[in-house]
């Protein structure tokens, strides 16, 4: 596959990475990392709706998820709390259901986020009794559900018809989790819920798997833009820390080290920009497409932060280097919406 991103997708990043470098999400967090958990900042709120950007899978707008994709990956290298995928996602599928809530959905000043079930457990489910829908379970874990006022919830029942409800935080329990990743906020949703007609809708087959498909490769753009900040702050700081009388970046082995890290963030943007195609295309390999990345770039990202680690030595420890956390978010971003095991297992039953 010939691909390469578009002048405009390339304005698009640069715009993103310049707006995330002079709100720095983590030098603002730095200041309330004691204090809980990350917040949604009020600046990234106002960001949403001066870009438009939570709108940007709708029709109305065009963009594509390889669009998304390139805001993704810039937000996991700044370290962001704003959910931007799964608000995309969100909105997507509510101007399809033509949901009153669409409009602020897409422009940013009513965020809504999708509630799932997790991929190997799925706890959360529907059921139809006539025209009366319950919703019950538990989600799988949400980023920033703390500060929406909406989410929508996605499920199957039995028969594997897929429903879906917009609802309101009032009416679910967010349950904050403890999470390895300081830069964002986690939490499941508990949801029992019995809605009358009018107040659910029905989703096309298959719709809930792409949503799952959407998310993991999101997730794996999100661990990407972490791993290519660590790759670049890893090579300068090889330049200038010197031992033996020379910089470090002169040995060999810290050489094999930065070369094997770059290698594997080009060959993880790759294989994730053909997910990204896929999903746009929706094409009869999309699933194959999205495991096979989803895998490889969650190792490779992974592998990424750890070797990070040990070029930097030391000072890659201690807490005030930023370092450790981005190493948090990428091992996060590993274990959700299908670990590499899961994606891999996933992929051979393809």
């Known amino acids: ?38 917040r949604i900042r009020p600046e990234d709120l106002r960001h949403l709706v001066d870009s438009g950007l939570a709108g940007l899978l709708t029709e109305d707008l ?40 669409c409009g602020g959905a897409a422009d940013g000043t009513e965020p809504v986020l999708p509630v799932v079930a997790s991929v190997d457990n799925p706890a959360l489910a529907a059921s139809l009794d006539g025209d009366t829908v319950r919703l019950h379970g538990t989600s799988a874990p949400v980023t920033g559900g703390s500060d929406v006022g909406h989410v929508l919830v996605i499920a199957q029942c039995s028969d594997s018809t897929e429903i879906a409800a917009v609802v309101s935080v009032a009416a679910v329990t967010v349950r904050p989790l403890e999470s390895l990743d300081l830069t964002r906020s986690w939490s499941v949703v508990d949801v029992d819920l019995a809605l009358d007609a009018g107040g659910w809708y029905t989703l096309p087959t298959g719709t809930a798997d792409f949503v799952h498909d959407q998310l993991a490769t999101l997730r794996a753009f999100d661990a990407l833009g972490a791993a290519s900040r660590l790759t670049e702050e890893t090579v300068e700081y090889a330049k200038s820390r010197h031992q033996f009388g020379q910089p470090i970046a002169g040995f060999q082995a810290v050489k094999h080290h930065c070369a094997n890290m770059t290698l594997s963030v080009e060959s993880a943007r790759a294989v994730l920009w053909a997910a990204a195609v896929a999903l746009d295309d929706k094409t009869s390999d999309r699933t194959a497409a999205v495991s096979a990345a989803a895998a490889y770039a969650g190792e490779g990202t992974s592998t990424i932060a750890q070797t990070a680690l040990q070029v930097h030595g030391g000072i890659g420890f201690t807490w005030d280097h930023d370092l450790h956390l981005l190493l948090r978010r990428i091992k996060v971003d590993e274990l959700l919406d299908g670990t590499v095991s899961y994606h891999r297992r996933r992929l051979v039953r393809t």
């Open 1 to 38: 596959m010939d691909f390469a991103l578009s002048d405009e997708q390339n304005a698009l990043a640069a715009a993103e990475r310049a707006w995330l470098a002079k709100n720095s999400p983590i030098a603002s967090r730095r200041l309330t990392i004691d204090d809980g958990h990350a």
């Open 62 to 101: 065009g963009g594509t998820h390889v669009d998304l994709a390139v805001v993704v990956e810039e937000h996991g290298r700044a370290g962001s709390a704003l959910p931007i995928a799964e608000l995309c996602v969100a909105a997507q599928y509510l101007a399809r259901l033509e949901d009153p809530l």
